[in-house]
């Protein structure tokens, strides 16, 4: 291998972290000016940004809500998938899961040409 093509390579992958790091305070500058879902349609690209909740589930609080503890087998983690489809299929209360979770929310940023 030539030594030129290992430096090019090194110079393309600083420029790759250099355009990533730029792209990313751009994205949050975006976000920042759009508390809600907005869409915006420029002559040229559209513009949408879409907040999704999350629930971040506490392992202990989780468990210790469980009624029954074959329910931890199932879940085995506080895996918000799993925790979801026990909700909906009435295996497990929702009213049970108060306080082992916090929400978050993230915004998910799409540019169309």
Same mark, same amino acid.
């Given at each position: ?15 790759? +972290?250099? @355009? ?12 920042? %000016?759009?508390?809600? /879902?907005? !869409? *915006? ?6 513009? +949408?940004? @879409? ?12 468990? %210790?809500?469980?009624? /029954?503890? !074959? *329910? ?42």
């Amino acid at each position: 291998m030539r030594p030129e093509r290992l430096t090019l390579y090194c110079q393309l992958k600083e420029e790759q +972290k250099r @355009i990533e790091d730029a792209l990313e305070t751009l994205r949050e500058e975006i976000i920042a %000016a759009y508390a809600t /879902d907005a !869409e *915006l349609k420029l002559p040229d690209y559209t513009l +949408k940004i @879409i907040y999704q909740e999350k629930k971040v589930y506490d392992d202990q609080q989780v468990f %210790a809500a469980l009624p /029954d503890p !074959e *329910l931890w087998k199932a879940v085995c983690r506080a895996d918000p998938t799993k925790i979801n489809a026990l909700v909906k299929s009435k295996l497990l209360p929702e009213q049970l899961l108060e306080g082992t979770y916090r929400t978050t929310r993230t915004a998910y940023l799409y540019v169309q040409p």
